[in-house]
């Protein structure tokens, strides 16, 4: 019989989670797509097969052609991680594919529309080209007309910007052109006098020594037939920049002593030809504007030393004084060139300042409004030589000036030196900062609002989650949670992004991964700094505390160097990606045999390294070697869960007895028969439950004590980094949500609403940033954007609005609709943009405290509803008793909840 039309229609192709990807080097990448029902009144559908057609071109494909992969139907309903299982790929390869589905009701949907995937350079001997920089610095600089005292010291110190280009004559008319690009340093391409793509700082940062990724560009369009010229810009960024803490100066120069470049541009002539020009001997160099460019330091522009038309086939150019042949280094196979997995930084958004207070005559200072990462651009008019000075801050001293020492000695200033033709505007390339506040002096003239422009950058990482509810305080709060999250992606999770620090911190990344889940797809992300964890991890097995490693070389701390088992766990569970666990399974495993070998009475008291304990906790000492204990026994649950999902079972078991034996050994050595934990702190007993450390018998007891702690602060929490991402979650679980809400409402100090009270526009680091008692706190550690204490993030989607994750159907291939409402909300309205589609739980109360509860549910998905109500006979479904209602099934009743299995759809559920 012929199949009906579908039900379905399928979009949002994926290709290893990005859309479209250029140049990826996995050759059998994992394919995704998103059903949805066509009719949204439309309940319970679910995909029964599908059909894969990858094609070498376009038009085959729109013919129906799957030369590369016709995967045939395949009965499944599998509609993520669909490995590709065609024909042998090859470098450069486009493949252009498109996917349909049949549902359960016997239809098959339209193709889906097309979308493609483009292959990198798969082998190292595709890679001809060198590395290139500058040569003779010394000269070049000495030959530079006028130079001043200051430009020669910062150019002979190598942070000045090299500029490197090549003319090449192209015979005839371009197809196609691929730019395959890296740098040991961060670049900027232009072809032709324009700047080529729009990601920033790239190639990211990797552990230089061992891997560097490459970026791919289209260019076809930038190209043409006759003379063109590619140029390239470099800056120092992680490779030789200041990295770290700028006093010991052990991150200054790391990886290597100035930056070089390595690009091939891969043309297909119309007529069939193909040239390829590489990074060689051919390419000439120079130094122009950018003096000094510098992460930690700032950008100093010298616009009188512009280039122009460098970047451009300009008859003459190229043949100056100034323009040097280029050193080569020959390429080897170390470090690996990989190619970039994830999303590119880029400039997220646009920020225009809010106001500007002329502090003292010639200072000016703009407040942008938010607490945010990049740099601003800036428009002047003056003499050739004027210096105009940007200084960024996060704070204001209380006279209005400029708050700069909890910058340490990151000096985040950048300057411009006008060439003084008319109206001249400035924005770095090779720098970032943390600020909200910017100082601005030297301008001539008098600045306004128009005179800068703010510019937000970070890791692309699309949005994937709102949440919002009637408590102002609270939607601040998970505002600030974002920007803290935006602030701090940036190629890696940094813990801050001003003061010289800015490092891959592990702690502060595993307790935050769940909610920066929850906020932005963040798996492309993670699959890369995932790969500088296992780059990082030493011979011993162990994990580091910051990744890529360097300046804090030392092995993982408790709660830091778990990370490593923490972040594919979570992967795994918010996108179903058991490739990520199989990928870094050893590297796991080599870590709790690390620890194994080295506690075998199983507490973990040795190999403690920098042993942080819960860092920045508020006069609550959790003891180190019970937090240390709890993480390993962790660990052992998690990797035995892991290693049951790929299929090694008895790996599972031992990995399973192995958290028994350290759960026992630490309720004997730790835990009294009353329930007390040694230290009697918060986090003691969060960590504790959270982890599955103790007897049935004695989780109400810790429970109760945890309430108890929060009651003799006057209900507050006292938890830092580590306890607090678990502290709502655990108290929700053990019944204590009201205590969650306390928490979550309270605005006096330590709290989170404290912060927000005072203005706060991301999460601070310290609950005693600022007090008003006591004003700042210890510059030394004082930073403003910070996003471990936002991990309350998580809870805000999983309990408040009840998004959560059935552990057994990762991925949210069956969600676990949970909320609870409570705290004085009225109303909270949340959606995420799961990897199966978009699910959204939306509750009010009415004045009568009636429930309403609205779920949409993706199609190919389920979802367990968990309402709260005394019994089924409250709930209504769209008006009828919700057993009888159209695809909802009573699955059971437990303590004060209801409980329905419901297929894809919306369901408006009330319980009266
Ligand atoms: C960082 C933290 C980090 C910690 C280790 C601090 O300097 O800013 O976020 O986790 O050191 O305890």
Known sequence: MAATLSLLSLSQLRCEYLVNPLGIDRTRPRLGWILQAVDPERRGLRQVAYQILVASSEDLLAAGSGDLWDSGKIASAQSTHVPYAGQPLTSGQRCWWKV????????????SEPAWWEMGLLDDTDWQGQWIGLKDLATISRELDEIDREVLAQRLGLL????????????????????YTTAKGVYEIHINGQRVGDALLAPGWTDYYKRIQYQTYDVTEHLRQGENVIGAILGSGWYCGHVGFLADDVGYKYYGQEPRLLLQLHIEYADGTSEMIASDETWQGT????????????????????????????SGIGSTAIWQPVLVEPRNETPRLVADCAEPVRITETLHPQGVTEVSPGVHIYDMGQ???????????????????????EMLNPDGTIYTINLRSARQTDSYILKGDGQETFEPHFTFHGFRYVEVTGYPGQPTLDTITGYMIQSATPPAGTFECSSPM???????????????????????PQRDERLGWMGDAQ??????????HVAAFFNKWMNDVVDAQSANGAFPDVAPRLVVKTDGAPAWGDAGVIIPWTIYQMYGDTAFIEQHYDAMTRWLDYLQRANPDLLWTNLLNNNYGDWLSIAADTPKEVMATAYFAYDALLLSRMARVIGRYDEAEKYHALHKNISAAFCKAYVSPDGKITGDTQTCYVLALHMQLLPAELRLLAAQRLVADIEKKGWHLSTGFVGVGYLCPVLTD?????????????????????????GATTIWERWDGWTEEHGFQDPGMNSFNHYSLGSVGQWLFQDVAGINLDMEHPGFERALIRPYPGGGLTYVRATYQSIHGSISSHWQLDEHNNLTLHVSIPANTTALVSIPAVSQEHVFEGGTPAEQAAGVKFLYKEEGRVVYEVGSGTYQFAVR
């Not at 601003?376 to 105009?388: A, H, K, N, S, Y």
Request: proline share 5%; hydrophobic share 35%.
């Open 474 to 496: 609270v939607n601040q709060l998970q505002r600030n949670i974002v920007w803290g999250q935006r602030g701090n992606f940036l190629s890696v999770p940094t813990d801050c």
């Open 100 to 111: 349909r589905a049949w549902d359960n009701s016997e239809g098959v949907s339209e193709y």
């Open 371 to 393: 607490n945010m990462v990049g740099w601003v651009r800036l428009r002047v008019q003056g003499e050739p030589g004027t210096r105009v000075q940007l200084r960024f801050v």
């Open 511 to 520: 307790i935050f991964i769940r909610t920066a889940c929850y906020n932005m």
């Open 287 to 314: 130094f122009g504007p950018i003096v000094y460019s510098d992460f930690l330091a700032g950008e100093t522009y010298d616009a009188r030393y512009e280039l122009p038309g460098w970047d451009e086939a300009i």
């Open 160 to 179: 000045a910007s090299p500029y490197l280009r090549k003319g090449a004559t192209l015979p005839h008319t371009v197809r196609r052109a691929r730019l």
């Open 734 to 758: 053990n019944g204590y949500v009201d205590v969650a809400y306390r928490l979550l409402n309270n605005d006096t100090f330590p709290s989170w609403g404290y912060s927000i009270k005072h």
